[in-house]
């Protein structure tokens, strides 16, 4: 089953069989055995790979699934040979893994070792889903969960968003005017998933949007502004030491609208574990 969730994924038999460190020889017997025994084709060969039929489409959410569950009886059973009362997996964004989440573990290791978390940083976009297929119990997301869907999402915490200079020339030739930074200067943008379309649009609206780079992730937005290769809008943990520092400026933006950083509990509905709802508890608390 893990191969041929493997096989579906990459739509080519030897990217599978790289992925899971076996021979094309042996996918292609495996996808063939189980083929067999479903009775029905999974796949469409073709000239450049593979694509799923009706069937295998049908079974792809389901394998997955079920592989999830195996994946955590796994985990469990290694927590009760490891002495460990209860493991919690947990879906984090790479924001809250880099700041707040290593103090809250640090701090629960010490009130309650008897507590042990397995940590997969995800992207925001796919912590839900993570969550209502069980493969997290519990996910910390810069995105609530989509409405009317079997996870619930709890905010924890808000931030507020600046816009942030490298200190020194950048900052000194536009005169601390925020206007003529965002116009002038290259904005790297989408380091966020949840606010920079929102924001771009009010730029535009007011006529001072000038050129923009994306760049997908905080920590090397961070990284280039300090090489002065740009400007953006950061949460202001992303960058508090520089700004403690003086290597950084934030840029007080008069007149718009500046959005904020939330952060999310995303639980299953109806699901809590003690591991879990002790990390909310602890986050929340570090966060005042």
Known sequence: MRTFVAAARARNLRRAAEDLFLSPSAVTVQIHRLEREAGCQLFARGARGVRLTPAGWWLLPRAEAALAQLDAARQGLLAFREGVAQRVALAVSPFVARTTLPYALAHLRAERPELDYAVDVVQSVDIAAAVSQGRADLGLSLLPAPRGGPVTAER?????????????????????DWRHVVSRQRLLTHSHPAFWEDLLGSLRHMGILGRTMPVTDMDITRRFIGEGLGVSFLPTSVVWEELATGRMVAIQTDGLTAPTSEVFALRAAGAANEGGEALVAMLRRLRG
């Open 156 to 176: 924890l915490w808000s931030e507020p968003v600046v816009l942030v200079v490298s200190a020194g020339p950048m900052e000194e030739a536009e005169g601390g």
